[in-house]
């Protein structure tokens, strides 16, 4: 089972920026893709970017598309999702996600990750 922890939420005023982080066990990212996802209360989670294992393939939803970037060091077996420009509606939990597999380019849906962080909460006021 992999170990996934995030880090890096928080509360900020709109057009601030954070940097989420998502540090997984030994070698859990090697081959493997990693989505972040996000659920605000009364929604459902909503995958918000991916990334490949070895970054060639990003997708980012067209809320945050030029807002938030995804990146990954698999030397630290870590995943940021750089968020700036920060809105209100951007405010929910915010979760890693681990998707075994090659892909060529990683699953959107919730229902194809194996294993998921405990979330941390971001809140932008506005």
């Known amino acids: 089972q992999v170990q996934l922890v995030e880090s890096g939420g928080g509360l900020v005023h709109a057009g601030g920026s954070l940097r989420l982080s998502c540090v997984a066990s030994?070698?859990?990212?090697?081959?493997?893709?990693v989505g972040w996802f996000r659920q605000a209360p009364g929604k459902e989670r909503e995958c918000v970017a991916t990334?490949?294992?070895?970054?060639?393939?990003?997708y980012y939803a067209d809320s945050v598309k030029g807002r938030f970037t995804i990146s990954r060091d698999n030397t630290k077996n870590t995943v940021y999702l750089q968020m700036n420009n920060l809105k209100p509606e951007d405010t929910a939990v915010y979760y890693c996600?681990?998707?075994?597999?090659?892909?060529?380019?990683?699953?959107?849906?919730?229902?194809?990750?194996?294993?998921w962080g405990q979330g941390t909460q971001v809140t932008v006021s506005s």
């Open positions: 996600a681990h998707a075994p597999g090659l892909w060529v380019i990683v699953p959107t849906t919730p229902d194809r990750y194996t294993s």
């Open positions: 990334i490949t294992w070895s970054g060639g393939n990003i």
């Open positions: 030994i070698g859990a990212f090697n081959y493997y893709g």
